[in-house]
């Protein structure tokens, strides 16, 4: 990930770079899309096809694909099996060589809104979180509030979604409706995965037990 494999000519390096779905039961493949194909089928065969964080809608048609090097994402349609759309974002840093992007990585972390209507985008290198209109694509970019981005949940009521910001060691919420930042909380040293989780009321009352005098 530090050098540069994603450049011609040695993009084959990198070996294949695929997206599988798998019954989660037996683990059989039930279908494996070669990327590089689909996007050069689409017109965007300058694009890398190695798959970053995803999102999908419920029915799971379409799919939401980060890809390495790529300032935004592609919309994948499952019943028309193709490449339908790709949404560019705002490239901030653009004299920055792909060599130096974190882990290969332009943009890592995307969520959709339980209505399917929004889109949570970590803009990874450039500093940036973008609300995006999932129907047109238009965005609001949030900045300044943080370093590297790395990570997007959406919170168990589908109306929120979770930032880790892995340089500043904080995470933000948004409010998918309103576009707000609606908290921000310290945390540990570089975070990155977030998940939303819940603690049985028995096991905080025995912890603070524990304090009592």
Not at 20 to 44: M, N, P, S, W
Not at 185 to 190: A, I, K, L, S
Request: charged share 25%.
């Amino acid at each position: 990930m530090f050098t540069p494999l994603d450049r011609d000519p040695l993009k084959k390096l990198k070996g294949e770079r695929v997206f599988q779905v798998v019954d989660a039961e037996t683990f059989e493949i039930l279908r494996k899309l070669d990327i590089k194909t689909k996007l050069e089928e689409a017109g965007y065969a300058d694009l890398s096809p190695a798959v970053r964080p995803m999102a999908h809608t419920h029915d799971e048609r379409y799919f939401y694909f980060q890809l390495s090097f790529l300032h935004g994402f592609i919309e994948y349609d499952m019943e028309e099996d193709r490449i339908t759309r790709v949404a560019s974002l705002p490239n901030l840093i653009p004299d920055t060589p792909q060599e130096v992007y974190v882990n290969d990585s332009a943009h890592h972390g995307i969520a959709l809104s339980a209505d399917n209507t929004t889109l949570c985008v970590a803009g990874t290198m450039s500093d940036y979180v973008a609300l995006v209109n999932r129907e047109t694509f238009e965005y609001s970019l949030k900045t300044g509030i943080g370093e590297k981005p790395y990570w997007v949940t959406t919170s168990d009521d589908g109306e929120h979604c979770y930032v880790s910001w892995s340089g500043t060691d904080q995470m933000s919420i948004f409010h998918y409706a309103s576009g707000q930042e609606v908290a921000r909380v310290d945390v540990g040293d570089h975070p990155q995965r977030i998940r939303e989780g819940r603690v049985p009321i028995a096991w905080v009352e025995a912890q603070g037990s524990l304090f009592l005098p």
